[in-house]
């Protein structure tokens, strides 16, 4: 599967983005999806994840109540709503997936099979 994410951008703090990231090659119903990020000379972080259904979600403490993930299967697209935005938010964001185990395992540290390009989000104080 490949992963496009795109909605990135400048925003200062306290505003919101809409992160998106289209799967093509395969049904994304069959994959859990998630996003994560990293800042220059940091590792990677998780940041959210989704079950295939959608049903169930699971978030980073960091972003817990802010941040908003979710899919619509049938445009094989996952979002990530991003909501009073502080400038420790400022990373590039990936798309991730994962066709094996489920979204619980990869937000506790199972690796992604799959992840896109990276989207820059930068927000100003």
């Known amino acids: 599967v490949q992963l496009q994410a795109s909605g990135g951008g400048l925003v200062q703090a306290g505003g919101e983005l809409r992160l998106s990231c289209t799967a093509s090659?395969?049904?994304?119903?069959?994959?859990?999806m998630g996003w994560f990020r990293q800042v220059a000379g940091k590792e990677l972080e998780f940041v959210a994840t989704i079950s295939r259904s959608g049903d169930s979600t699971y978030y980073a403490d960091s972003v817990k109540d802010r941040f908003t993930i979710s899919r619509d299967n049938a445009k094989n697209t996952v979002y990530l709503q991003m909501n009073s935005l502080i400038p420790e938010d400022t990373a590039v964001y990936y798309c991730?997936?994962?066709?094996?185990?489920?979204?619980?395992?990869?937000?506790?540290?199972?690796?992604?099979?799959?992840r896109g390009q990276g989207t820059q989000v930068t927000v100003s104080s």
């Open positions: 991730a997936a994962r066709r094996t185990g489920t979204a619980q395992a990869m937000s506790a540290g199972v690796r992604f099979e799959y």
């Open positions: 090659g395969r049904t994304s119903s069959l994959y859990v």
